[in-house]
């Protein structure tokens, strides 16, 4: 089956708006075996929407478009579908009924200009929209059929996963579906990857994997085709585990998993606490640690002394340390670590302390240097990392190692 | 002049990555007076991409298309565009020359693969790549011209800007273009602005607002249409004056302008510095402040004190308070201020507790309750907020309403 995913808006078309409804559309029916051929965006013009309608239907099966259901004048989805398939709209009182029952539930009356969202052409099918005011509909167009959805990402992508996706498989249920695993990891350049799964990584083999990197994470990708994703199951796990034997830890989690989550599991798995003090990443350390929800059961502190008066005062670096070997050094970041443990009575102490620019560099101190310490029970260890780029950049490639660094320690220490 | 815009890649046809650069152009050329009627993605597939081009060249003027002029043999838009013009594919020895040069520069040895990079369609006109290995070429098709460019989006923006744009531009130097100027504020409710914007908003005036919400802030854009950039700045001045003068201080900066921003422009005009103490929100605002380059000449420390023990141990918030009134509470949030300012020995202090769930919530104290105070000469100032959303969204809420009233306070203390 093939397909094409029609965005429908002035504003995508303008460029006032990004369009990432047919992105996702596509990799979604990827994964049920249909084939997505053209993405189409088109203004809220009537004329050049039936236009685009006509050339979608004459090359695919499947004509997917999102956008145009809403209440307003500019709203023309509805008509140019009619127009297209050449019959008149009607009502259907059930979607008007639950239109209504939709503003009720937050205790609004129905505007009157809602009932054209009730509208739709002859002989197509409803589709409900769960949670908002604009139902779908799909209509077949000479051998091609055409399904619509509203534009507002929330809505689509549930009205996506609940009708449209089950719908379509039934019309193909022997097609080969396309499922993937993600595995995260972090701390091995990517040409290394390259070279220890170099087999893995042929697009002939079944499941094979692909790599990619984002902000110093890089995502390990298993693409397995399957007769259903239920056959698909064995093949992911079986080069899951191949995957981990091979990288091993730098492998911190599956999915969409972030560094934070898989301190945060160890952490749970261990019972330990943590207290954190950090200069140059300024609070984002604490910042992702604090988006995991009941992490305050493990995160005592997290103390930013970005002058050396905090650093000394509230975590017991000596001054004259701080003079004599300088605030971004091993020393201090040893300190730094220690100090706040000490200070919070917790089971771990990490720390940060670097130049993350575009000023402050000094001589045998470039923007980019960066040292991230971990203390535990089991003494302390220090890294000095050179990273790169802007501001931001400095601090989210410093924050993540500091993480990865607090990972690799309590992997020990769960070890035992 | 009608254009088309053309995304080239089955990375983007599949889903596996969102086009940006479709949005981007067309935003661009719109400034300069070029109306975009469609966007068409089309995947690696010489066919599809002949057929896109063909059906663009009947609807548009002029046709922009990014993507597959990689060194690739997946990369096809050179040869899809010379089938289509029916010419052959010639070696531009200059192009050639400087795809070594770049080689060179990074001190590397062109690949022979790369030098398909510079073939072009008989009768194109190569256009530069300054950042990239890839050219790109115009060529007239009919009534139309194909430009084409680079996929990789810094590598368009850069030559978009310094060849495509002025080149179009030199074309229509009559057409009217569309300027625009944001203007970003906090803590007024959308419909506020409506009523009070009302006039301004009529789209058919010159300039018109338009207002756009995210992430509870609200960007005013102010849209002019003149004959030359420089014409249109009188009338954005005009319209940027009025919106100062009806909205007044919920107005906190222009452009992509953040509330840190804002903060960070009033720290330097006071010279005054600042320490904060957070609890519900993690680290957010030691974050944000952190990513202007400078603020350690203002901000002193940060302290996230998550467990009650540091709130009294390191911030003096008396441990009975907190027993009594609990650490949400207003008298805790004053004392975290107070204990921060004096511990710090600031100008300002600033805190924030609460609830960010989903955890978490007592009788009286639901998930989304914050307290957000702020202490200087003037005396302490605590407000209570309702975030709704979830636990990244009420940190995020939290963190915004608690820079904004730094920076109320801020404005005061600058007007003395």
Chains 1, 2 share one sequence.
């Not at 019959?87 to 059930?94: F, H, I, R, S």
Request: proline share 4%.
């Amino acid at each position: 089956m093939k397909a094409e995913i029609l965005s429908i808006g002035s504003e995508l078309v303008l460029g006032e708006l990004v369009d990432t409804n047919a992105a996702y559309i596509s990799e979604r029916l990827r994964g049920i075996g249909v084939q997505v051929g053209f993405h189409t965006t088109v203004g809220d013009a009537e004329e050049d929407l039936c236009r685009a309608l006509g050339a979608a239907c004459e090359r695919a099966d499947l004509v997917v478009a999102t956008g145009g259901l809403g209440p307003t004048r500019d709203d023309i989805t509805r008509q140019a579908v009619a127009r297209l398939c050449g019959v008149a709209l009607e009502l259907d009182e059930k979607a008007l009924e639950e239109i209504r029952a939709l503003f009720k539930s937050r205790t609004r009356e129905m505007p009157e200009r809602n009932k054209v969202q009730a509208l739709f052409p002859h002989g197509a099918r409803v589709i409900r929209n769960e949670v908002g005011t604009a139902p779908g509909f799909c209509i077949a167009h000479g051998r091609s059929e055409i399904i619509t959805m509203p534009g507002v990402p929330s809505e689509m992508k549930r009205m996506l996963e609940s009708w449209v996706l089950p719908y379509v498989r039934e019309k193909i249920p022997d097609a080969e579906v396309i499922v993937t695993r993600d595995l995260r990891c972090f701390g091995v350049p990517e040409s290394e990857l390259g070279e220890k799964l170099h087999d893995l990584m042929d697009p002939t083999r079944n499941p094979y994997v692909a790599t990619q990197a984002s902000q110093a994470v890089i995502t390990l990708r298993i693409v397995a085709r399957a007769a259903s994703e239920r056959d698909a199951v064995p093949l992911l796990n079986e080069t899951a585990e191949e995957l981990r034997r091979r990288i091993g830890s730098p492998i911190f989690g599956e999915g969409r998993y972030g560094l934070e989550i898989g301190v945060a599991d160890l952490l749970d798995r261990t019972g330990m606490t943590l207290a954190v003090a950090e200069s140059c990443t300024g609070g984002l350390i604490g910042h992702w640690l604090t988006n995991v929800p009941g992490i305050s059961k493990h995160l005592l502190e997290d103390v930013v002394a970005y002058s050396n008066r905090a650093k000394s005062e509230i975590l017991g670096v000596p001054s004259e340390l701080i003079e004599r070997v300088g605030a971004v050094s091993e020393e201090v970041a040893r300190a730094m670590a220690e100090g706040v443990r000490a200070r919070a009575g917790a089971d771990l102490g990490l720390s940060t302390t670097g130049i993350a620019g575009p000023g402050g560099a000094t001589e045998g101190k470039p923007v980019g240097l960066v040292y991230v310490a971990v203390t535990s029970s089991r003494g302390t260890t220090c890294e000095k990392l050179h990273r790169w780029g802007d501001r931001e950049q400095i601090k989210d490639r410093s924050a993540k190692g500091a993480l990865d660094l607090l990972r690799r320690e309590l992997l020990k220490l769960a070890e035992g």
